[in-house]
């Protein structure tokens, strides 16, 4: 495969989500404003406390160790956001669109219950609904995909 495709080689250094600081992986995926507000978004939903004085990504790799439920929930929840955030980022700089951080969020919320099984996607359905969280059309749209996903399986 081609290398420079494969890693999606960006030759301006700089954050495309701040334009402030060099674009490094450690800032664009846990420093940067615009990424930790995401986080802060997506915790908030998953109703998962994060404690203010540690470092976001510190804090995170203790809490995905082991193989509790929250910890499962933290992993997967983790891997989909990262890869949330990369698919912003390309978007941006290759077909020069962006979307704000209240609609990304809610795409990812849709990512995460429509890869998740089992009892981690009852969990966040549950969450669709107990919190005001979702328009109406994405709701609809949402129920669509899930009741296609569990007929199917
Ligand atoms: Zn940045």
Redesign the pocket.
């Known amino acids: 495969m081609d290398k420079l495709g494969k890693w999606d080689i960006n030759n301006d250094p700089e ?1 495309v ?2 334009k ?2 060099p674009e490094t992986s450690a ?2 995926f846990w420093d ?3 990424t930790t507000q995401l986080w802060l978004r997506v915790f908030r939903w998953l109703q998962v406390p994060i404690p203010t004085n540690v470092h976001l990504q510190q804090w995170f790799f203790r809490a995905t160790k082991g193989n509790s439920k929250r910890a499962k929930l933290l992993k997967q929840v983790c891997t989909d956001t990262l890869y949330s955030f990369w698919t912003e980022r390309s978007t941006r700089i290759f077909d020069k669109m962006q979307r704000a951080p209240e609609e990304l969020v809610k795409e990812m919320a849709c990512i995460f219950i429509v890869r998740a099984t089992g009892d981690l996607r009852s969990y966040l359905l549950g969450l669709v609904f107990s919190f005001n969280f979702f328009d109406e059309s994405l709701l609809v749209l949402l129920t669509v995909i899930v009741v296609g996903l569990v007929w199917s399986s």
């Open positions: 954050c989500f701040c402030t600081s800032h664009l940067c404003f615009f």
